[in-house]
């Protein structure tokens, strides 16, 4: 039987891009990627790229301080959103010019609307149109869920934090994960009067506790008041404003109060149930070790199964889709020890088990160190960063890597090598320390300070 194509590829974000991108222009296979709203997806559009511009941007505040601590001659002046906005903008109108131009120039068809399946090898356009495939990737990702309760309405999630027409005064976050922490630093840094909400006893559940503790006291510090143990009850409109009814007994008004209680994979109104694609209870699509559903034509990558939401591993889960499907060599994604940044202020590297799990699995060494580095301790700052190893004492292999410093994302990722390659602590006191920098410690820390 022959088909229009050899893959058509449903979602245009970073993973189904590249899965497109790799197939036509490097296995010469027909290749289609259909896409209802902007090329580049949640990473691009709205997610880590403008995220980590506003990390940047809002940095700016304490580096006018400390440069003043320097000698430097330096106002702190306002920052001006607009100014921000538009080159935001125009960054990713560039950026998203770019993933359009990557799929023209490898001869991948696009289609600008929405596309869902009809049976295993044929999709339908949101304009009627059907084409027929061999294969089909579904890449679709997520997008953010807010709880219903009175008032919910009136909140915004991360999709409009980016557009905002102009900052708010008082803004109230809710939830304690990567994006509802990363954007209590960027508004507080922006100026904007920032209170936290976390249902739970501290924020970033599942990470290191000893680094949890550290980002949320820095981030105190800072002056963002993060209140634990705190969720909303009620909302309600009050003039310009959102009255907010919480569950410790306060009530509030913010001008603006962003959800960010986690995402829900994009996996409804594509056909999937009719044709046997079956899905998990978060609604996810459920595949194997190659990306492949239960109906062996369709794949899925990415978000949209719910493995591990990170950028890379969904880029990664495409490349290994197309090298077991169109170069006939069977390649499974290896999610263990991923190193990942949270863009918190403090940055947040980690790599590995945390001192909790590592010490439920096997009997471990903990190195840690705390201190004020010389950058900020010089300027009179108080922070204080952390660099934590956690070794087992069984085979001397470093489990996990944690780093809550400035720049800690990009220390983690070379320090991941290491830990993925299965050195061990002595392997890293054999490495000579670079001095005088921070990441010195990872490998100058001669005592645990406890064993667990
Ligand atoms: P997460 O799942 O990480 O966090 C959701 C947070 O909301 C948790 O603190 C959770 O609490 C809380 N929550 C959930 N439901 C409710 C509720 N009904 N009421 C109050 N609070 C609630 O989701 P995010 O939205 O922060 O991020 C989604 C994913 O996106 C991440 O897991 C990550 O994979 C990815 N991401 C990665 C980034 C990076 O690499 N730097 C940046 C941003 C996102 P509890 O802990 O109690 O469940």
Redo the contacts with the bound molecule.
């Keep these: 039987m022959s088909f229009d194509y050899d893959l058509f590829v449903i979602g245009g974000g970073s993973g189904g891009v590249r899965a497109a991108r790799v197939a036509a222009g490097e296995t010469g296979a027909e290749v289609a990627l259909a896409e209802e709203d902007r090329y580049g997806g949640t990473c691009v559009i709205r ?2 790229v403008p ?1 980590k511009l506003m990390v940047f941007a809002s940095e700016y505040a304490d580096m006018v301080q400390d440069a003043q601590a320097y000698g430097w001659d330096v106002k702190p002046g306002a920052f001006d959103w607009d100014v921000f906005r538009g080159k935001l903008y125009a960054e990713l109108d560039r950026l998203e010019g770019i993933y359009r131009n990557i799929l023209k120039n490898n001869g991948v068809e696009t289609f600008d609307q929405r596309a869902r399946l009809v049976d295993a090898h044929t999709i339908e356009l949101a304009d009627g149109t059907r084409k027929t495939t061999k294969h089909v990737l579904i890449a679709t990702g997520g997008r ?1 869920v807010v ?1 219903q309760f009175p008032g919910s309405e009136l909140a915004i999630t991360s999709n409009e934090i980016f557009h905002l027409d102009k900052l708010p005064g008082r803004i109230l976050i ?7 922490s ?1 954007f209590a630093g960027i508004m507080n840094g922006m100026g904007v009067q920032t209170t936290q909400f ?3 006893a501290q924020i970033l ?1 599942g990470f290191d506790e000893e680094a949890r503790g550290l980002i949320c006291e820095e981030m105190r510090q800072n002056g963002i008041d993060v209140r634990l143990g705190t ?1 909303v009850l009620e909302m309600t409109k009050d003039g310009d404003q959102i009255r907010v009814k919480a569950t410790d007994g306060t009530e509030d008004r913010f001008d603006t109060v962003m959800f ?4 829900t994979p994009n996996a409804d109104d594509l056909g999937l149930d009719t044709i046997g694609v079956e899905r998990g209870r978060k609604g996810e699509i459920i595949v194997d070790e190659y990306s492949q559903t239960a109906v062996p034509s369709i794949f899925a990558i990415g978000d949209v199964t719910d493995r591990v ?2 950028t890379p591993v969904a880029i990664r889960e495409g490349m290994a889709f197309v090298e077991t499907v169109f170069n006939g060599n069977p390649t499974p994604v290896d999610h263990d020890l991923i190193p ?4 918190t202020q403090p940055e947040f590297g980690t790599v590995g088990l945390s001192e909790e799990e590592a010490a439920a699995q096997e009997p471990v060494e903990v190195y840690a160190t705390s201190f004020k580095p010389m950058q900020k301790a010089f300027a009179g700052g108080t922070q204080r960063v952390l660099m934590k190893l956690i070794v087992s004492q069984a085979t001397r292999k470093v489990l996990g890597c944690h780093i809550v410093a400035p720049g800690a994302g990009e220390m983690i990722q070379l320090a991941g090598i290491a830990v993925k390659m299965g050195a061990t602590k002595e392997d890293f006191d054999r490495t000579v320390a670079v001095h005088p920098v921070m990441a010195e410690e990872l490998v100058t820390m001669r005592q645990p300070v406890r064993t667990a």
């Design positions: 997610g880590c995220k953010p709880p809710v939830g304690g994960g990567y994006i509802a990363e976390y249902r739970g559940r969720n960010a209680t986690g995402r939401n990170l990942t940044a949270i863009f």
